[in-house]
Nanobody, 122 residues
Framework: EVQLVESGGGLVQAGGSLRLSCAAS????????IGWFRQAPGKERAGVSCISSSDGSTYYEDSVKGRFTVSSDNAKNTVYLQMNSLKPEDTAVYYC???????????????WGQGTQVTVSS
């Protein structure tokens, strides 16, 4: 069974940090790109970052460049999203997803986790 499980969300003050984890199982991890998406209340689910597990290439949405870092521990089939200098506008449910190539489009991802809540207070 394919599973993606996010963890690490929580409540932090502006300027703080969180590290999200995405634990994958049930598929060949190295064959997939892992993307991070977020959805704020009343907003469309939007791409944040992605990483190619095979070669380590990374991509970031403009609003998080310089603040977020995505990384992969292939031995653990786990991807991390280190989030620093958090802002209230980062508040959202964060999802990880697995797809075949780097993309910011939801339609390019086959498998999705359940999401983890990140709340940044001012």
């Amino acid at each position: 069974e394919v599973q993606l499980v996010e963890s690490g969300g929580g409540l932090v003050q502006a300027g703080g940090s969180l590290r999200l984890s995405c634990a994958a199982s049930g598929f060949t991890f190295d064959d997939y790109v892992i993307g991070w998406f977020r959805q704020a209340p009343g907003k469309e689910r939007a791409g944040v970052s992605c990483i190619s597990s095979s070669d380590g290439s990374t991509y970031y949405e403009d609003s998080v460049k310089g603040r977020f870092t995505v990384s992969s521990d292939n031995a653990k089939n786990t991807v991390y999203l280190q989030m620093n200098s958090l802002k209230p506008e980062d508040t959202a449910v964060y999802y990880c997803a697995a797809g075949r190539y780097p993309s910011s489009s939801r339609d390019d991802y086959e498998y999705w986790g359940q999401g983890t809540q990140v709340t940044v207070s001012s």
